[in-house]
């Protein structure tokens, strides 16, 4: 005979990440997933942001690889709180992983967790991992028709970063193309054109940012 | 790679649900997959090959199948289903799409044998 169930398998990532929302709104801490291939320089971001927001937020850090401890010892080496969250091969984090992880961190004290992705254009966005706000991040080097090519990691992002624009000279990189195509498939989310490693446009980028964080942990 | 434990849960509640209505063996669990649901369903069968040892379930088969990509195009406010291959509105060409389904993923129903069968 056929038993119809019609069963919501639970314990999977849209539950949890409905639950970790919730404990970080009683935490008052605004959770940013950082999305972008490897290389794009997310952790360099998240190094300046932390130099810069640094002065008026607590911040804390899960920093998520296929393998390995480099990035959480390079957060941890600047005084502050991280976590690794090792995948052991899966391509982008779950909130899953992100529920189990929390409690290593000093939550009570935490205003910001910025979160890692894994280095990916395509599986990280299709993830809610019980994040605030995503920011996704393209570099220069990378070319400028990945939005066309990945297009739900710009569609459904808060902000996109364009890193390592000093090398815009160096590459035949049309950033009209990129502003254009990130705009048709996300009106309403700004742009902002930096540079990690000179640290220019991130004062634009740390007042967006600053205004968000500020409206989730009020 | 949460495949292992997503199939723990899907054999405890399929174990359960036999067991209400008086199951002696579970031949088939269907599976209904969202397009972003991100599970393999040869995943959950190799695990549930393992997992299934020794209970009602074993030598069971999962059937898997993977709901179609709903859209609403922000532009020409058309629905439509379509293939993540191809991800722009059917109608009018629009990239500005509003995703309706997403990462479903429900146990549908189960092939079960009662003692009287």
Redesign the interface.
């Known amino acids: ?14 539950d949890v990440s409905r639950q970790v929302r919730q404990t970080l709104k009683e935490q008052k801490i605004c959770m940013i997933n950082i999305m972008g291939s490897p290389g794009a320089g997310k952790t360099s971001l998240i190094t300046a942001l932390i130099g810069k927001l640094g002065r008026e937020f607590c911040v804390g850090v899960i920093e998520g690889d296929i393998a390995g401890q480099i990035d959480a010892e390079k957060i941890l080496s600047l005084g502050v709180p991280a976590v690794q969250l090792n ?4 391509c ?1 984090i ?1 909130a ?1 992983s992100i529920q189990k992880i929390l409690p290593l961190l000093p939550i009570n004290d935490l205003d910001v967790i910025f979160v890692e992705n894994i280095g990916n254009l395509v ?1 990280p966005a ?3 991992i019980g994040e605030s706000l995503r920011i996704t991040l393209l570099s220069i080097p990378e070319g400028d028709d990945k939005v066309e090519k990945y ?2 990691m710009f ?1 459904d992002t808060g902000c996109l970063v364009l890193n390592k624009y000093d090398m815009l000279p160096y590459f035949d990189f049309d950033e009209e193309r990129v502003a254009r ?1 990130y705009e ?2 996300n ?1 309403s989310g700004p742009l902002f054109k930096v540079s990690c490693k000179d640290g220019d446009g991130l004062d634009l980028l740390c007042n967006f940012l600053s205004k968000k964080i500020r409206e989730q942990i009020r | ?2 495949e292992l ?2 199939t723990q ?2 054999l405890d ?1 399929s174990l359960s ?2 067991k209400k ?1 008086g ?1 002696v063996k579970i031949r088939e669990i269907r599976l209904l997959l969202g397009p ?3 599970i393999v369903p040869e995943c959950i069968q190799m695990y549930m090959d393992l997992l299934a040892e020794g209970t009602i379930a074993q030598g069971v088969k999962i059937k898997a199948t993977t709901l179609p990509l709903k859209v609403r195009c922000r532009d020409c406010g058309k629905e439509s289903e379509i293939t993540r291959r191809h ?1 722009a509105c059917p109608f009018c060409e629009s ?3 509003e995703i309706l389904s ?13 003692d009287g ?1």
Not at chain 1, 1 to 14: A, D, G, R, S, T
Not at chain 1, 87 to 90: E, N, R
Not at chain 2, 102 to 114: G, R
Request: overall charge negative; some cysteine; glycine content about 4%.
């Open positions: 005979m056929e038993i119809k169930v019609l069963h919501q398998v639970m314990e999977w990532n849209e995948t052991d091969g899966a982008h779950e899953m599986c299709e993830f809610d297009p739900l569609t195509n048709t498939v009106p | 790679m949460h434990s997503i849960s899907i509640y649900e036999a209505h199951g972003f649901s991100g991800i990239l500005r799409l997403s990462n479903d993923f429900i146990i549908d129903s189960l092939e079960v044998d009662t069968d």
